[in-house]
T-cell receptor, first 112, second 115 residues
Framework: GENVEQHPSTLSVQEGDSAVIKCTYS??????FPWYKQELGKRPQLIID?????GEKKDQRIAVTLNKTAKHFSLHITETQPEDSAVYFC???????????FGTGTRLLVSP | DSGVTQTPKHLITATGQRVTLRCSPR?????VYWYQQSLDQGLQFLIQ???????AKGNILERFSAQQFPDLHSELNLSSLELGDSALYFC??????????????FGQGTRLTVV
């Protein structure tokens, strides 16, 4: 089955810096890779996703890259702000959306 | 509001007891997922149902069971509860189409405390 590894587990940056979170997956059949943001005590919310037919996707300060050959994908946040502080989860699943598997999460702390 | 409704929001019960958590998916979503999140931990996949049938299973304990009803709501039953079962239980739903994956929307979660 699918296994998703995520690094780092914690990430501290200064406001305005960039943050990068990396994930690797094991199942070559996976073709959909969402990223979720979870604030303390709240539900995970999708911030960006990418499908296997593209290599990069951007949405304002957030971007995701995908390397299918290496089976890894990354989240890039530029110009970080204190409100970006949260836990970020990557995930992977295949066509049919079976068993959406999450990484272990990255706690991002953005200091003013 | 994600459109996914979970009840109750909080639940406190004693060890050895049985509880039922309920999830109503977004209108039109056929797939329901259950996740367990222990304190400061990740999202552990428990089980997925699609249109009433079990579709995928994670590391769900034998003491736990779930089902999806004809109206598509789902229930997660936890029995013989132990202190270690204390966690936040999330339900998520999604539209699953042929060759198309869409966003999974999460409910607010049920916080279970076993004392």
């Amino acid at each position: 089955g699918e296994n998703v590894e995520q690094h780092p587990s914690t990430l501290s940056v200064q406001e305005g810096d960039s943050a990068v979170i990396k994930c690797t997956y094991s199942d070559s059949a996976s073709n959909y890779f969402p990223w979720y943001k979870q604030e303390l005590g709240k539900r995970p919310q999708l911030i960006i996703d990418i499908r296997s037919n593209v290599g990069e996707k951007k949405d304002q300060r957030i971007a995701v890259t995908l390397n299918k050959t290496a089976k890894h994908f990354s989240l890039h946040i530029t110009e970080t702000q204190p409100e970006d502080s949260a836990v970020y989860f990557c995930a992977a699943t295949n066509t049919g959306f079976q068993k959406l598997v999450f990484g272990t999460g990255t706690r991002l702390l953005v200091s003013p | 509001d994600s459109g996914v409704t979970q009840t109750p929001k909080h639940l406190i019960t004693a060890t050895g007891q049985r509880v039922t958590l309920r999830c109503s998916p977004r209108s039109g979503d056929l797939s329901v997922y259950w996740y367990q999140q222990s304190l400061d931990q990740g999202l552990q996949f428990l089980i997925q149902y699609y249109n009433g049938e079990e579709r995928a299973k994670g590391n769900i304990l034998e003491r736990f069971s779930a089902q999806q009803f004809p109206d598509l709501h789902s229930e997660l039953n936890l029995s013989s509860l132990e202190l270690g079962d204390s966690a936040l239980y999330f339900c998520a739903s999604s539209v699953v189409g042929q060759g198309v994956n869409t966003e999974a929307f999460f409910g607010q979660g049920t916080r279970l405390t076993v004392v």
